[in-house]
């Protein structure tokens, strides 16, 4: 599935449409699926359409999904 959403950032002309509601969805999509791989793909969606409400929701998602995983190591008990 995240190949698949990747590919409409990085197909021209993939799942294209006029309103560019695809890279919102897509956004959303990858977000959900933890993919921080794409961070550089959503942070170059165009903030137009639905685009500006998904943009930054995809990127706090992604932002909140980091900030619970602990850094490995975290939670040894210190000596």
Known sequence: MVTTLRRVFDEPGFAMTNSLHECA???L???LLGDR???Q???GVIPINL???AKPLALA???AGEQE???PGSSLPED
């Open 37 to 39: 791989q794409s961070l």
């Open 69 to 71: 995983d602990p850094p």
């Open 51 to 53: 685009n500006r409400e």
């Open 41 to 43: 793909r959503i942070r």
């Open 61 to 63: 998602i992604l932002d």
């Open 25 to 27: 969805l897509a956004s």
């Open 29 to 31: 999509g990858l977000a």
